[in-house]
């Protein structure tokens, strides 16, 4: 059994930062072995990937509309990951979700929600215009 906890989200300013944390926990989970994604959900609106970073870190993956503002990472060592949100917008107002998956190569990054077999309990973020 796999538990992730998403931390880090709040109310902020259009053109602000939050950094979201997750941590990974299990009692034979090995976090080194998962890729991890960032998903998000507006009211009214379906869950959507936002970023995935394979189980080595050597990639990343992201959506269009956040490329250059937001940044994913993971320290293997701790068995977190996290995703910097730089120059936020009021699009940018979900419930944001981390998830995480089994994979067997080092490289992959996968986008669809199906893909992902744990959840976070999300974390809200919300920007002001």
């Known amino acids: 059994q796999v538990q992730l906890v998403d931390s880090g989200g709040g109310l902020v300013q259009a053109g602000g930062s939050l950094r979201l944390s997750c941590a990974a926990s299990?009692?034979?989970?090995?976090?080194?072995?998962?890729?991890m994604g960032w998903f998000r959900q507006a009211p009214g609106k379906e869950r959507e990937f936002v970023a995935a970073?394979?189980?080595?870190?050597?990639?990343?993956s992201y959506t269009e509309s956040v490329k250059g503002r937001f940044t994913i990472s993971r320290d293997n060592a701790k068995n977190t990951v996290f995703l910097q949100m730089n120059n936020l917008k009021p699009e940018d107002t979900a419930l944001y979700y981390c998830?995480?998956?089994?994979?067997?190569?080092?490289?992959?990054?996968?986008?669809?929600?199906?893909?992902?077999?744990?959840w976070g309990q999300g974390t809200q973020v919300t920007v002001s215009s």
């Open positions: 998830a995480a998956t089994f994979v067997n190569r080092a490289a992959e990054v996968p986008e669809a929600t199906g893909r992902y077999n744990y």
């Open positions: 299990g009692r034979t989970f090995s976090f080194s072995r998962y890729a």
């Open positions: 970073i394979s189980r080595s870190a050597s990639r990343t």
